[in-house]
């Protein structure tokens, strides 16, 4: 089922573009007039320590903060809260669970989550990488529509490969399984620019979120989420649009924040949902490979995976982000 994984970051990263422009349009100082020949202006605060110190903060401020320490004590916390949400998410939807997992739904079941995982980990890399190269602020810098564009032919196209795919073409489905990760690193780049203790707590929450939803949705009776494929449909519909709707229509300050709000905790919702609903299918498609009627296919299920943790991911960065300035 295709999903819309790639639009939701541009606010975000649009978000950051007018601070650094801001930054870049600060007027030369003297000695970068004398070396141009120009005439250099006599400035009143030259003379003394408190001039010096002055100018130097004014002309050597960093665009970048450095980053804080990670707490692990905020972290172990966390993590007891996730464990705890995970006995209280299958407490309340998994009063009627199902028998022990037959060895066909285990093996594809790991073999789609180490995939995901392997893909999360490779374009995780990947957009680092081109962070440290420079990409990620000629990508900021470019047209919205233009990396838009780009991004979803080159992310919808890859996937479409990896679905259309043969299993047994093992070659040609990882060159378009890399390439799609290639795409998602190329558009996630931008996120570096933000604080990495901010982006492990982004990750933290991402996987236990996933990790509790999933393990609902294997040990629930079988087909019990499947049917929430439509509704889910729907609701992405309504979370691609609050999405575009800043970027194509002038809202003012009462759409933007209703959109906003959409956009953000509609979309955990819809994605945890699909969460819960991609689990239940791998389940399936184990079940009718076990029985011969269709070939086990785990890097295609990875790719909804991915798809859902991404877009958990970033939400959870633009939320906590959030967060960050109100308590500044």
């Known amino acids: 089922m295709l999903r819309p994984g790639l639009h939701s970051l541009?606010?975000?990263?649009?978000s950051i573009i007018p601070s650094l422009r801001t930054l870049s349009k600060q007027p030369l100082n003297a000695k970068q007039l004398s070396y141009l020949g120009a005439p250099t202006p006599k400035?009143?605060?030259s003379s003394g320590s408190f001039g010096n110190k002055f100018r130097t903060y004014m002309s050597e401020r960093p665009i970048i903060q450095r980053s804080q320490p990670i707490s692990w004590q905020r972290l172990g916390m966390t993590a007891a809260g996730v464990a705890g949400a995970v006995v209280v998410t299958e407490a309340i939807f998994n009063r009627e669970t199902r028998d022990?997992?037959?060895?066909?739904?285990k093996s594809l079941l790991h073999d789609s989550f180490k995939y995901t995982g392997g893909g999360l980990v490779l374009t995780a890399l990947a957009a680092r990488s081109l962070f440290k190269s420079g990409a990620a602020f000629r990508i900021m810098s470019a047209n919205p529509w233009v990396v838009l564009g780009v991004s979803l032919v080159g992310s919808i196209g890859s996937m479409m490969g990896v679905y259309y795919t043969p299993p047994e073409n093992t070659t040609q489905k990882?060159?378009?399984w890399l390439l799609f990760n290639g795409c998602q690193a190329a558009t996630l780049?931008?996120?570096?620019?933000?604080?990495?203790?901010?982006?492990?707590?982004?990750?933290?929450y991402t996987c236990g979120v996933v990790g509790s939803i999933s393990y609902v949705g294997a040990t629930a009776t079988n087909d019990k989420y499947l049917n929430?494929?439509?509704p889910l449909l729907a609701g992405v519909?309504?979370?691609a649009l609050s999405s575009i709707a800043p970027m194509a229509l002038p809202l003012g300050m009462r759409g933007l924040a209703i959109t906003e709000a959409i956009s953000l905790y509609g979309g955990l919702a819809v994605f945890g949902g699909f969460v819960l609903y991609d689990t239940q299918k791998i389940l399936q498609h184990a079940r009718l490979a076990e029985q011969g009627l269709m070939k086990a296919d785990p890097l295609k299920e990875a790719i909804s995976l991915e798809l859902d943790m991404?877009?958990?991911?970033?939400?959870?960065?633009q939320i906590l982000a959030m967060q960050q300035n109100r308590r500044k």
């Not at 541009?10 to 649009?14: A, E, F, I, Y």
């Not at 022990?100 to 739904?105: D, G, I, K, T, V």
């Not at 991404?310 to 960065?317: A, G, K, P």
């Open 237 to 239: 519909t309504v979370v």
């Open 100 to 105: 022990s997992l037959s060895l066909a739904e």
């Open 310 to 317: 991404i877009n958990i991911f970033i939400r959870l960065v």
């Open 228 to 230: 929430w494929g439509g």
């Open 43 to 45: 400035n009143p605060w």
């Open 189 to 204: 780049s931008p996120l570096f620019f933000l604080n990495p203790a901010l982006l492990s707590r982004a990750a933290l």
């Open 174 to 176: 990882h060159l378009f």
């Open 10 to 14: 541009r606010p975000s990263v649009s």
